[in-house]
C-alpha cells in the first residue's frame, strides 16, 4: 500500500498570499497518478489537480501542481478567501488507492 | 449535468448488513469506473471500493471480504452491499465518478454522501 504524508497539517494565512502543501509517497508513483481535491465543510469533495500537474476543469490558474516521484506540491497562489478548506493529495496508480491525511488551510 | 445522489444509510447494530445505492445521471454510466469513499466523523478521506466498467473489483484492506460493489448499468445505479458490520465502520459513505474506464483515473465527480452510523 501506498502511504501518503501531507504536510503541514494546518497552514495558517491571510488572504493574498501564497500556500505551498506537500504530499510525499511512502514509494514512487508511476506515471505520476497524483491528484489533488478541495474540501469545504459539509461539501464535497472537488478534483483540482490531476496527474500530478493537470488543472481540472473549471479551476483557477492560481492553483498549480508540481512533483514526481516520491515528492508533490500544491501551490496556491493569492490565497482567496474561498480557497480556505482542507486538501488531500490521492494516488490512483496502484490499488488500494489512499489518500493522504489533509492539510487545512486556514484563515490567519 | 452530472448527478450523484446516494441512498440507504442508517443506523445499524455490529454485524448487521446494509446496502448502500448511488443513483447516477448525466454521463454515461457504463463507461466510467466508479468508487466508494468513505469519511468517518471530523475525519480524513477513505477509499473503499472500485468496480471498473467491466466488472473487476478492487477493495481497501479494511472491507475486503465484508463489503461488496457492484453496478447495474440498466438501472444507471452503483451499489455497496456491508455485511458483519462494525462500529468503526461509522463514516458517510459517497460515490465517486472516476474519469475513465478503469482505477487508473482520478475522482472527477463525487456526491454528497449517506451517513451509516453502526451503533448497539
Known amino acids: 500500500e501506498i502511504v501518503l504524508t501531507q504536510s503541514p497539517g494546518t497552514l495558517s494565512l491571510s488572504p493574498g498570499e501564497t500556500a505551498t502543501l506537500s504530499c510525499r509517497a511512502s514509494q514512487s508513483i508511476s506515471s505520476n497518478y497524483l491528484a489533488w481535491y478541495q474540501q469545504k465543510p459539509g461539501q464535497a469533495p472537488r478534483l483540482l489537480i490531476y496527474g500530478a500537474s493537470s488543472r481540472a476543469t473549471g479551476i483557477p490558474d492560481r492553483f498549480s501542481g508540481s512533483g514526481s516521484g516520491t515528492d508533490f506540491t500544491l501551490t496556491i497562489s493569492r490565497v482567496a478567501p474561498e480557497d480556505f478548506a482542507v486538501y488531500y493529495c490521492q494516488q490512483y496508480d496502484n490499488s488500494p488507492l489512499t489518500f493522504g491525511g489533509g492539510t487545512k488551510v486556514e484563515i490567519k | 449535468q452530472e448527478h450523484l445522489v446516494e441512498s440507504g444509510g442508517g443506523v445499524v447494530q455490529p454485524g448487521r448488513s446494509l446496502r448502500l445505492s448511488c443513483a447516477a445521471s448525466g454521463f454515461t454510466f457504463r463507461s466510467h469506473a466508479m468508487h466508494w469513499v468513505r469519511q468517518a466523523p471530523g475525519k480524513g478521506l477513505e477509499w473503499v471500493a472500485v468496480i471498473s466498467y467491466d466488472d473487476n473489483e478492487y477493495y481497501a484492506d479494511s472491507v475486503q471480504g465484508r463489503f461488496t460493489i457492484s453496478r447495474d448499468n440498466s438501472k444507471n445505479t452503483l451499489y455497496l452491499q456491508m455485511n458483519s458490520l462494525r462500529a468503526e465502520d461509522t463514516a458517510v459513505y459517497s460515490c465517486?465518478?472516476?474519469?475513465?474506464?478503469?482505477?487508473?483515473?482520478?475522482?472527477?465527480?463525487w456526491g454528497q454522501g449517506t451517513l451509516v452510523t453502526v451503533s448497539s
Open positions: 465517486a465518478k472516476g474519469g475513465g474506464y478503469s482505477h487508473t483515473y482520478p475522482f472527477d465527480f
